[in-house]
């Protein structure tokens, strides 16, 4: 069941006190539900959970402990915050055992319980997501499943695509690194009217320079020499079907005016030939750079640019969504636990942070990676995230340029790490694990200013 973003389930036996509650939620956005007593908000509640659940806990017949209790069985998830007078630490404690999300000690500052509050139905509400995607990945693919993302811009995208995918209209994806064109470029084709024809994708950043007529127009047998047979181009290849030149920035301007002839013309002609083929492909061209400036700068035919670009879609960036970068996390998460045979392991509270304040500079892929990462990774997992955020290795130098000397400083740092935490701080056996006499050890641990008790 998805939540309503805001709804709050409130059980106080002390009519007062439930009454000034219930009037600072409203005051402040949620929906609140309340009950006079546990029976009651249970019966209502056995029908469906949709919202988080603030229960006293002190309270005759059935008490918040119980609730919690008949809570969980009902739905594992839902964050509970006990409402506890002075003097019930204790209980308080044993409730966030059994799986009570936090308390409040009355009497409460109003700021208090919205903080606390707020913090319960976000939380619910990304469970809830993460839930209906799962649900919704076991059934049949569709564009939702395909290109995932629950904000607004991911959803006029979709629209988009949904809009011109039965079209034969030529269609230019732009976007940073990593953001997803390719996915976006497929689906065009899968949701689209040729998906009975082929999908032929072009990579225009990894053909050689003079490979580049022949790879898309073909050639004929003895055309120049090495050419032994003869070669379909990629265009007739494509015939009926989808051709998808990626990276279409890098193609060589020579070749640029014969790829905007062969458009004007719908045929090609092979390399050595003279009879044109006529060809029935839709285009869909995908690029990282800005093209327009590409334009200006000489690099990028102005009148190549039109022609492709019938339909202009943009892919966002990471950062440009982040709030999608929960939901992608998980959802790479679970991919790789069932790829990998690993178990699946669910996001902490305090690495939903970390992965909130990072910038993403390889948008999607990058993130997949790092999922891919946290599920493979032998550490405890309330270490993993800042560990591999912190790796080096990530620091791609197509992303981010760092001397070679930078980069192995981190690289070390991280060894030393790794050891420390593998020996629970024993310096002694770090030197034997890494072979370093004490002096070098200390002297490292000073210079990368390691504290070994904090790894005890
Ligand atoms: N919205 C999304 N939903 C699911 N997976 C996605 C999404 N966006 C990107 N991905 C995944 O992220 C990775 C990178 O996406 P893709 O290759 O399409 O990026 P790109 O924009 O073409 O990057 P580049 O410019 O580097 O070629 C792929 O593994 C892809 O499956
Ligand atoms: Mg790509």
């Known amino acids: 069941m998805t939540p309503e973003a805001n709804k709050v389930y409130l059980i106080d036996d002390d009519t007062e006190m439930r009454e000034a509650t219930a009037q600072w939620l409203d005051l402040s956005g949620f929906v609140v539900q309340s009950f006079a007593d546990a029976a009651s908000a249970l019966d209502h509640l056995n029908e469906c959970v949709d919202g988080i659940v603030i229960s006293d806990l002190r309270m005759p017949k059935m008490d ?169 181009g990629r265009f007739e290849y494509a015939q009926g079907g989808v051709l998808f030149l990626d990276e279409i920035g890098s193609m060589p301007l020579s070749l640029q005016v014969k790829v905007l002839r062969a458009l004007q013309e719908r045929e090609v002609v092979r390399i050595g030939s003279n009879a044109p083929q006529p060809f029935d492909v839709r285009l869909i061209c995908a690029s990282n750079r800005d093209l327009l400036s590409a334009c200006a700068a000489g690099k990028f035919r102005e009148d190549l640019y039109y022609r492709i670009n019938v339909v202009n879609l943009r892919v966002p960036s990471l950062r440009q969504r982040t709030e999608d970068i929960l939901l992608l996390f998980d959802y790479f998460a679970v991919q790789a636990a069932a790829a990998y045979n690993r178990p699946e392991v669910s996001l902490q509270d305090a690495d939903a942070g970390l992965l909130m304040s990072h910038d993403w500079p390889g948008n999607v892929r990058e993130l997949k990676n790092i999922a891919e990462r946290y599920v493979l990774s032998s550490l405890p997992q309330y270490q993993r995230l800042a560990s591999i955020l912190r790796q080096p290795e990530l620091k791609d130098s197509t992303l981010q340029r760092s001397s070679l000397q930078d980069l192995m400083k981190d690289h070390e740092r991280l060894l030393l790490e790794q050891a420390l935490l593998r020996c629970q701080g024993d310096v002694q056996a770090v030197m034997d694990v890494l072979d370093l006499p004490r002096r070098t050890l200390n002297e490292k641990m000073t210079r990368h200013q390691l504290d070994r008790k904090k790894y005890v």
Not at 94 to 123: H, N, S, T, W
Not at 142 to 148: K, V
Not at 169 to 179: D, H, Y
């Open 64 to 232: 918040g402990m119980a609730l919690l209790g008949h809570l969980k069985e009902l739905d594992g998830d839902v964050p509970v915050v006990l409402l506890t007078a002075h003097g019930d630490v204790q209980m308080a404690v044993d409730a966030m055992r059994r799986g009570a999300y936090d308390f409040i000690e009355k009497p409460f500052e109003p700021e208090r319980l919205l903080d606390v509050v707020q913090r319960a139905c976000d939380k619910y509400r990304l469970v809830s997501e993460n839930r209906d995607l799962r649900r919704r990945l076991a059934e049949p693919v569709g564009l939702e499943q395909r290109l995932i993302g629950n904000s607004a811009v991911i959803r006029r995208l979709r629209d988009e695509i949904l809009d011109v995918a039965d079209t034969d209209a030529s269609v230019l994806i732009q976007g940073e690194t990593g953001t997803g064109k390719e996915v976006v470029a497929r689906c065009l084709y899968e949701f689209g009217a040729r998906k009975q024809g082929k999908y032929v994708a072009v990579n225009c950043g990894a053909i050689p320079e003079n490979m580049f007529e022949s790879e898309l127009f073909g050639h004929e047998r003895g055309a120049f020499t090495g050419a032994d047979r003869r070669r379909i």
